[in-house]
């Protein structure tokens, strides 16, 4: 059967397995889809290894994703843009480098939450990896202005310049914030901290939706902040999910329904 793993250090705790699992059973293909914990300067003999053994792709996740990018031979152009990569395909003397993420956020927001982001204002939040894997597919949704905050404000300026043809894309800092924003997505490291990012309750407009990256058993503060200024709250298992179904149709050309497979893990 193929196989496939997801790769990271730590790795024990992805749910990528589970994910996959279902998404085979659902589509009647036999795979073989393994956590591989790789060693932190092993990444690159991790790789050669599963190509070697005949593996079929691999998910990577922290802290790879960047050295992922540099060892692929070529890459889609979300990848490109992203500068890290998250899924790999080999094939022939190929590795393919793909970034789902940005895909899977705007799939879970406009098909699972049912809001579209055509038109909106967007607030994105931070400017590091997780910011930038999402910028182009945000864009791509063709929102009204999409404001790239951070506190280091040379960071957003750099990174709004590479994507300023790709859209109404604008870098600022958070003391510097005007106006009311339809969609806030957090994309820092703060949920993973247990700390709050420095937004305040007039950036909501009515009917918001506060958008967590990070997922977890509770309420991120950003969430519970959002709940307070009357915003719809979403974590970012959704987005785990369809990231996934995306990547699963990377490798093998069927995108599986991943309502049911959100549906048993919400539960």
């Known amino acids: 059967m193929d196989r496939y793993v997801v790769m990271g250090n730590p790795v024990a705790h992805s749910k990528s397995p589970l994910i996959h699992a279902q998404f085979a059973e659902q589509t009647g293909i036999t795979i073989l889809y393994e956590r591989l914990l790789v060693p932190q300067d092993g990444f690159a003999a991790a790789v050669y290894d599963l190509i070697g053994s005949g593996a079929k792709g ?3 996740t922290v802290p790879f994703k ?3 990018y540099a060892l692929s031979t070529a890459l889609t152009e979300r990848a490109s843009a992203a500068g890290a990569v998250n899924t790999l395909k080999f094939g022939g003397n190929v590795i393919l480098g793909d970034n789902t993420d940005g895909a899977g956020l705007c799939t879970d927001i406009v098909r699972n939450c049912g809001i579209a982001l055509a038109g909106k204002r ?4 931070g400017a590091g990896g997780a910011a930038r894997g999402v910028l182009l597919p945000l864009l791509h949704q063709r929102p009204s202005q999409l404001v790239l905050v951070n506190r280091n404000f040379d960071k957003a300026k750099e990174l709004a310049a590479k994507f300023a043809a790709d859209g109404n894309l604008v870098a600022s800092e958070y003391g510097s914030l005007e106006g009311a924003f339809d969609v806030i997505i957090n994309a820092t490291a703060a ?6 990012p420095p937004v305040t309750p ?4 009515t009917g918001a939706l506060a958008y967590d990256m990070m997922y977890g058993p509770q309420a991120t503060l950003f969430m519970q902040f ?5 915003a719809t709250v979403r974590d970012g298992l959704g987005m785990l999910i369809e990231q996934a179904a ?6 093998r050309g069927i995108r599986p329904d991943t309502a049911p497979v959100l549906a048993a893990m919400r539960g």
């Open 191 to 196: 949920s993973l901290n247990g700390e709050m």
């Open 66 to 68: 960047q050295e992922a």
């Open 122 to 125: 967007i607030l994105l939040l």
């Open 226 to 230: 959002g709940q307070q200024q009357g």
């Open 246 to 251: 995306e990547s699963f149709y990377v490798w």
């Open 202 to 205: 007039g950036l909501f407009a």
């Open 58 to 60: 691999a998910n990577v």
